[in-house]
């Protein structure tokens, strides 16, 4: 009974035999054939999924700075179309806006300025500082060259309200409503048919101020003209400062946007009077068929909208990236070379200036 009990095959002695022997198998494991096979197919496996990651993270590398520039560009748009419909406000019409036009760089936008100015005062479109009766007749001066514009200092408080603006030498007391950096506008109120100057403020107090031209003249006055009143408006200069290859775009020097590739500027005037912006050469200066604009040439009081557009690129250049080609824009012409693997992007505002002329007829 017991012998028999000892070969059966559910003895406890034959049970641990087959567990041995099973043990075995298992600790043999892969073959190295298998395991080299496995290897191979993970391998495969990490680098699709490697791969994968990196479009990814690339991806939301270019989503993020594209997401970035549209943004800035859409904050700067707006502050800028808020400027320009502004334009005029309580100053004469001829010197609402102003510019310098170029076909190989960035414009440069002049708006008139808003801050120095009070609202509520009898003066309102009337404001701007008058140049001094004693400094007799209009003459041009030379465009890039500084020159001294004296001031009848009683106009020089923009609205008379006993206060100024800008205290440009930091001591705590503001002496002109002039910013230095900043731009001005200037004009013959009388004749606005004359055409405007622009340029930057290099000094300025009440009674006199130290300018540098960069665009326009006041063409000559003729027999049926008004006796001539000189006015001069501080104004808000927005320019490209390409010092250092940045792109920065400024107003009155400071730094509103970096990355700007180009900022473009074009007019539109209703100079016969007909309701309609004619053909480009005749009345849309500085658009990509129209003349390029000077402001010796153009009445603000027909003036009936500013079109300005930006264009941004992205902060880091994207290799893969092969369509990173400069946007010409208006009369722009493109620099040459190919693509720098930048992204750009465009925004365009088209504004009415709601204080010149009869804004709003067309
Ligand atoms: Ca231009
Ligand atoms: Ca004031
Ligand atoms: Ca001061
Ligand atoms: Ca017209």
Known sequence: MSARADFSSDSPGFGRRCRRQD????????????????VSILGVVVIGVFESLTRQHRTSIVTESVVEVQNNVRAIASLIEREVRMAGYMVPDSVAVC?????????????????????????????????????????????????????????SDLDADGTLFYDNDGNGT??????????FILADKANPHRGTICGRVTAASTTQLTLIPMAGALAASVASDAEEEILVVPAARYALNAAGGTGRLERNRELLAQGVDDFQISYYFDVDDDGVVDAATAEEPGTKDGNAYDPANWDNEELKEVRFSIVVRTRAEDQAF?????????????????SDGFRRRVVVGSVRPRNVGNAGSI
């Open 174 to 183: 503001a002496e002109a409503d002039f910013r230095i950096g900043g731009g």
């Open 322 to 338: 092969s369509e990173g080609n400069f946007v010409a824009l208006e009369n722009r012409t493109a620099p040459v070379g190919g």
């Open 23 to 38: 043990a075995r198998v298992r600790r043999a494991g892969f073959t190295l054939l298998e395991l080299m096979i496995s």
């Open 99 to 155: 510019g310098v036009d170029s076909t190989t760089g960035g414009d440069v936008l002049f708006v008139s300025e808003t801050e120095p100015i009070v609202p509520d005062d009898a003066r309102a479109g009337d404001m701007g500082a008058r140049m001094s009766s004693a400094a007799g007749a209009w003459v041009n001066p030379t465009i890039n060259a500084a020159f001294d514009l004296d001031l009848d200092s009683t106009t």
